[in-house]
């Protein structure tokens, strides 16, 4: 089984920025990639970036190009979500997610492995 643990999240102002971070745990030799969702209130989960354990290639939705990064440290098991320039529209559950394939799919229901979520809430 892999367990993934995220944190980072929080309440900030319009403008500003956030890391969260996603450790995991147990077989993470299965685990060829990370990436992160997000689910505002009434709304779908939806896709924010994929990051490879291996390349290091990336994925990432068209709203947050420019403004959110992801990165990994293999040594640490852990990857991160740098966002800057946040905005109200981003507020949500943050959710990191892990799979077997490097596909870096966009759908929530092609991987595998989630954590509990973190709330990240940008106030105007």
């Known amino acids: 089984q892999v367990q993934l643990v995220e944190s980072g999240g929080g309440l900030v102002q319009a403008g500003t920025s956030l890391r969260l971070s996603c450790t995991v745990s147990?077989?993470?030799?299965?685990?060829?990639?990370m990436g992160w969702f997000r689910q505002a209130p009434g709304k779908e989960r939806e896709f924010v970036s994929a990051i490879r354990w291996g390349s290091g290639r990336t994925n990432y939705a068209d709203f947050v190009k420019g403004r959110f990064t992801i990165s990994r440290d293999n040594a640490k098991n852990t990857v991160y979500l740098q966002m800057n320039s946040l905005k109200p529209e981003d507020t949500a559950v943050y959710y990191c997610?892990?799979?077997?394939?490097?596909?870096?799919?966009?759908?929530?229901?092609?991987?595998?492995?989630w954590g509990q979520g973190t709330q990240v809430t940008v106030s105007s």
């Open positions: 997610a892990a799979d077997p394939s490097t596909v870096l799919s966009k759908l929530s229901r092609e991987w595998d492995y």
């Open positions: 147990g077989r993470t030799f299965t685990i060829a990639s």
